[in-house]
């Protein structure tokens, strides 16, 4: 089950790094295999990768594979498959399709971790509603960056909202954990804060960071505060006291839609003191 709120990506190349970024308090720490690595050390960082993972707890742990239909995706999986011990998570890039999903998940067999698919283009977006419903998924991740590359548009709130929503739609109509792209703007807190709390009041679960220093800022948009948790208990027990049928509770109709959104806050809080 996925059920944090914060992801970091570290080079499968720097292996030096590892340690850190898992001490980070970073819900699944991700080991990168594709953007982050150039092409000469793709076989050293898939190494050291596999190598993490043989020799120590996997637990909290992800890999990033390349895309399964380039060459380097292919090995990435070859690898996998005969790999000892597997992550938790394994994150596919560039998914424009759910064979991608199926090729990867039937490859792995019983063994296959949580996929999380990311969707990076007009393509991938157009058929994330199929994408979604494919076989061992646990998440679903919006590459923004490749996105607004693909547009033409700076990687920035506006220009990316619609596509945002259209990929919270399919992760919410399939039950999947919705996972916002990266804030790349290392040196602005205040533009980090402002748009994780964008991104969970439009629905989603969690944040990709790029930065150790990025993660408190994620954690505390996406996990509901104590404020909220007891606003939540306090409005079902009114609600349940009623014989759970709509009233006026504090200036607002208290009915079914708004008791759905509760039980999701200690649903989801619930989740992540057990993760």
Not at 129 to 148: L, P, Q, R, T, V
Not at 250 to 269: C, D, F, I, S
């Amino acid at each position: 089950m996925f059920a944090v709120s914060s992801l970091l990506f570290v080079p499968g190349s720097r292996p030096d790094r590892f340690a850190k970024a898992r001490g980070s308090d970073a819900g699944v720490t991700v080991i990168d295999l594709e953007d982050a690595v150039s092409s000469d050390d793709k076989d050293t960082a898939r190494a050291s990768a596999l190598s993490q993972f043989a020799n120590n707890e996997t637990a909290g742990w992800g890999l990033r594979m390349n895309a399964v239909d380039t060459a380097e995706g292919i090995c990435d999986l070859a690898a996998l498959i005969h790999a000892e011990t597997l992550p938790p998570f394994l994150l596919l890039p560039m998914v424009e399709s759910v064979v991608e999903v199926e090729v990867v998940y039937k490859a792995l067999g019983d063994r296959c971790p949580g996929l999380i698919p990311l969707i990076e283009t007009p393509k991938g977006l157009r058929h994330a509603h199929e994408i979604a419903a494919a076989k061992g998924n646990a998440a679903m991740m919006f590459g923004g960056g490749d996105f607004s590359g693909e547009l033409g548009v700076d990687l920035a709130w506006e220009p990316l909202i619609t596509a945002r929503q259209q990929f919270v739609f399919a992760c919410s109509e399939h039950k999947l954990p919705a996972i916002d792209v990266p804030f790349v703007k290392l040196d602005d807190d205040e533009g980090l804060a402002e748009e994780c709390c964008r991104a969970e009041s439009i629905g989603f679960d969690a944040k990709a960071a790029i930065h150790p220093r990025q993660i408190p800022a994620i954690e505390a948009a996406f996990e509901p505060g104590e404020e909220a948790v007891n606003a939540a208990a306090d409005a079902l027990r009114a609600y349940e006291d009623a014989g759970e049928k709509a009233i006026r509770y504090k200036g607002q109709m208290l009915e079914a839609p708004l008791v759905k959104k509760h039980r999701a806050t200690l649903a989801r809080k619930e989740r992540n003191s057990h993760a």
